[in-house]
């Protein structure tokens, strides 16, 4: 059985922390705060693990939390200079982080400093996720500021820290109504010399995009004039959930217009009757009817029936070519139609459809039964 992640934080973790501190702050009362923080440890998952000896550091720091954040950022070690490979090693700081954002509200230029230390070590992206909701403004000029810091665990806390969408954090809602901040920000780092914080930059605008399709096309087609390849990266990338909905201004962003002089002809599903864990094979036929060379993207669609009885399409990844003048392409896929974690099948007629360039063409369909009993 794979090690589980709060297995890797055990009570080694407080023990570290409250050496480090004592070392900065002997007055620190190392063996309260391990009674306190190891008390329940054991039932805690990660997270919370991590939240718990936060509070363990509000209960024996000084109480003003000016110097209690001093004392923490004065206690941690040497700034982290790589990118990958660090593993759990980070997280000796994640109660660090979570302490700034639970108590350091009503001290910004404190916490600000703290988080400026520990994104260098650790991540401030979802600690400093509550300034930008309670000090917006001020919170926009540190970031403007650090967009052109020499870290680039810095500069891509910029990026990152305001994702409308961040995964596993709190949505930042004003953002995604108006992301024109955002967007101010994301200007300055488009060009950053770092991978890094370019491939945070283009998950910012994804984000962006699921709630503002149109201006997400605009900003992605003004990027890519006279742009390098590594903004046109950044593009690519940023456009990658726009291009799997099939729509079709952010393929033609892309280069991959002329869907119009696509034609799809002989499609076909076999088998038309599939048990649930079974497969089906689609195939078809694509020609370029135009007189210039088509670039294709090519994915396919299936409808899949809900419990409720209703359809839901799903879009799969095919392949991209560039189809001649009168050329003709055979193309052919096969999916298993097995249960997964992320999606449960239902019995019921399943229409098939392939997206060229973001149009939709019908291919076939199928009927989902339930599978023989073992």
């Not at 004003?174 to 890094?196: N, W």
């Not at 997400?216 to 456009?239: D, F």
């Not at 019995?347 to 360039?357: A, D, S, T, W, Y």
């Amino acid at each position: 059985m794979a090690e589980t992640l709060k297995s890797k934080y055990g009570p080694e973790i407080p023990k570290r922390i409250a050496k480090m501190i004592e070392a900065v702050h002997p007055a620190f009362p190392t063996k309260a705060f391990l009674n306190d923080v190891l008390a329940g440890y054991d039932a805690l998952e990660l997270m919370p693990r991590g939240a718990h000896i936060a509070a363990g550091l509000k209960k024996h720091l000084p109480a003003a939390y000016p110097r209690a954040v001093n004392i923490l950022v004065n206690s941690m070690g040497p700034k982290t200079a790589q990118i990958e490979g660090n593993g759990m090693a980070p997280f000796l700081y994640m109660p660090h982080a979570m302490f700034v954002a639970k108590h350091g509200l009503a001290h910004f230029a404190e916490s600000m400093q703290a988080q400026y230390e520990i994104t260098q070590r650790f991540t401030a992206e979802f600690s400093i996720r509550p300034f930008v909701e309670q000090h917006p403004d001020a919170t926009l000029n540190q970031l403007k500021t650090w967009a052109a810091d020499p870290s680039h665990h810095v500069r891509r806390l910029v990026s990152e820290g305001i994702r409308p969408r961040l995964p596993w954090a709190s949505r930042l809602r004003e953002f995604q109504r108006d992301p024109r901040p955002v967007l101010a920000l994301l200007e300055l780092l488009k060009d950053d010399a770092s991978l890094y914080v370019r491939r945070s930059v283009a998950n910012n605008l994804n984000d962006i995009g699921k709630d503002h399709p149109v201006l997400l096309v605009e900003v992605a087609a003004r990027w890519m004039k006279g742009a390098s390849p590594e903004r046109e990266w950044i593009v690519r990338h940023a456009l990658r959930s726009a291009i799997k909905r099939g729509d079709r201004a952010a393929l033609a962003v892309l280069g991959f217009g002329g869907s119009n002089k696509a034609q799809v002809s002989n499609g076909r599903v076999a088998p038309v009757s599939v048990k649930i864990g079974g497969r089906i094979t689609l195939s078809f036929l694509l020609t370029n009817r135009g007189r210039q060379p088509l670039p294709t993207v090519v994915d396919y669609v299936v409808y899949f029936i809900k419990a409720n009885g209703t359809a839901s399409p799903k879009v799969f990844k095919l392949k991209k070519l560039v189809l001649a003048p009168g050329e003709t392409a055979a193309v052919t896929k096969s999916l298993v139609l097995k249960e997964m974690t992320t999606r449960k099948h239902y019995p019921g007629g399943h229409r098939v459809g392939v997206l060229i360039n973001g149009e939709e063409h019908p291919v076939g369909q199928f009927r989902l039964s339930k599978s023989s009993s073992p």
